[in-house]
């Protein structure tokens, strides 16, 4: 078995302690960033002011979407604690997205850029993003496993963790990193191979959601719906939608490398 000691707390100033689940959480997001930043100097028609729009706008939509799901899937334990849903704790992934996801759609609409392309280019770095925030949450020992007898188990020892203290368990955070970076791989792969613009973020959904469906029998949660947790409800509807998006309007396009080739409406494109 694989023991995990590393305390969750990385330091305390006064009374507030610092988690390293913040601390990655942080770099996941800014990761995000430098991701777009970096494919518009490759040559991505984005412009940087655009980007940290995006940003000001998704970051608290994604958060707040967040927190709302999480506050809804543990009601139970937040109707007797109201004061814990202002808390920074409980954040879910795909409230993160699909909240950002929404309140960008909205802006792309006063904006002048395509939130499609916008999309497409954004997908691979959600990915990175989602592994560096695992690795908070493997510190941190929420999203743990189930109990196993497999020789790569987990045992946390820390008290400050939130997994269980020495029993075995399955890694998931782990896990679900290898899963996040082969996804990456496999959109880096396919990037610009599909139309309309918007299918590689569609794609990336699909995915992933296959993946939390699939992980969620290995996770420790609470029943929401048929017996399943809240993220594999929520994964079998974004399947069902974007694979259905996929099949009825994406189509193949066979190119030598994948290029950016769009523009942003402002400069000669127009709005899907």
Not at 93 to 102: F, M, N, P, Q
């Amino acid at each position: 078995m694989i023991t995990i000691s590393i305390d969750p707390i990385a330091f305390t100033i006064g009374s507030l302690s610092v988690r390293w689940y913040g601390i990655m959480i942080t770099l996941a997001v800014l990761s995000i960033i430098l991701w777009l930043m970096w494919r518009v100097k490759h040559g991505a028609k984005i412009s940087y002011d655009t980007i940290l729009t995006a940003a000001l706008v998704g970051i608290p939509s994604g958060i707040v979407i967040s927190k709302l799901l999480h506050v809804i899937d543990r009601w139970g334990y937040y109707s007797q604690n109201p004061g814990q849903i202002f808390s920074a704790a409980g954040l879910t992934i795909y409230g993160a997205v699909l909240g950002a996801a929404l309140a960008i759609w909205i802006y792309s609409k006063f904006g002048n850029f395509k939130f499609g392309y916008f999309a497409d280019l954004v997908a691979p770095g959600i990915l990175l993003a989602q592994a560096v925030g695992r690795v908070g949450c493997t510190i941190n020992g929420c999203c743990y496993g189930i109990p196993t007898s497999l020789p790569w188990g987990v045992v946390y020892t820390s008290p400050n963790s939130f997994a269980p203290l020495g029993i075995a368990i399955h890694p998931t955070q782990p896990y679900e990193i290898i899963a996040c970076l082969i996804i990456f791989a496999v959109l880096l792969k396919l990037r610009g191979r599909f139309k309309p613009d918007g299918s590689l973020f569609l794609v990336y959904l699909s995915l992933y959601s296959l993946w939390r469906v699939g992980v969620g029998f290995l996770r420790v949660g609470t029943p929401f719906l048929f017996g399943l947790h809240q993220a594999q409800v929520l994964g079998l509807i974004v399947v069902a939608v974007a694979v259905s998006w996929l099949a009825y309007k994406a189509r193949w396009v066979k190119v030598e490398s994948p290029v950016d080739t769009e523009v942003e409406s402002g400069e000669g494109s127009t709005e899907d």
